[in-house]
């Protein structure tokens, strides 16, 4: 499985970036798309997820109200709209593919994820 994330970019606080993330490869029926960010100095953490069975979507407590999690019409594609973003989200964003069905519960950490996409900058200025 390929993952190629996108949309990375400068903006100002309060304002919006949409992220998206391109799998290709390997196909499965179930599976889950993470989202995950990284700033300077710090550990990776879990932004949010979304399974492909039923689009449940799950998300980290310092996002929810301001993220939204989607999928494109051809299943392909998973989206991150990001929404009043404010300078603590500045971090580089990853994509990454879970083999597990992610519809029950968030998966939420790194290591329940078999692939990951090189990850896009994200820089909110004050």
């Known amino acids: 499985v390929q993952l190629q994330a996108s949309g990375g970019g400068l903006v100002q606080a309060g304002g919006s970036l949409r992220l998206a993330c391109a799998a290709s490869g390997r196909t499965f029926s179930n599976y889950a798309i993470g989202w995950f960010r990284q700033a300077p100095g710090k550990e990776r953490e879990s932004v949010g997820s979304i399974c492909r069975r039923t689009r449940r979507t799950f998300y980290a407590d310092s996002v929810k109200g301001r993220f939204t999690i989607s999928r494109g019409n051809s299943n392909s594609t998973v989206y991150l709209q990001m929404n009043s973003l404010e300078p603590e989200d500045t971090a580089v964003y990853y994509c990454?593919?879970?083999?597990?069905?992610?519809?029950?519960?968030?998966?939420?950490?790194?290591?329940?994820?078999?692939?990951w996409g090189q990850g896009t900058l994200v820089t909110v200025s004050s």
């Open positions: 990454a593919f879970s083999e597990r069905d992610g519809c029950t519960y968030f998966l939420g950490r790194t290591d329940q994820y078999h692939y």
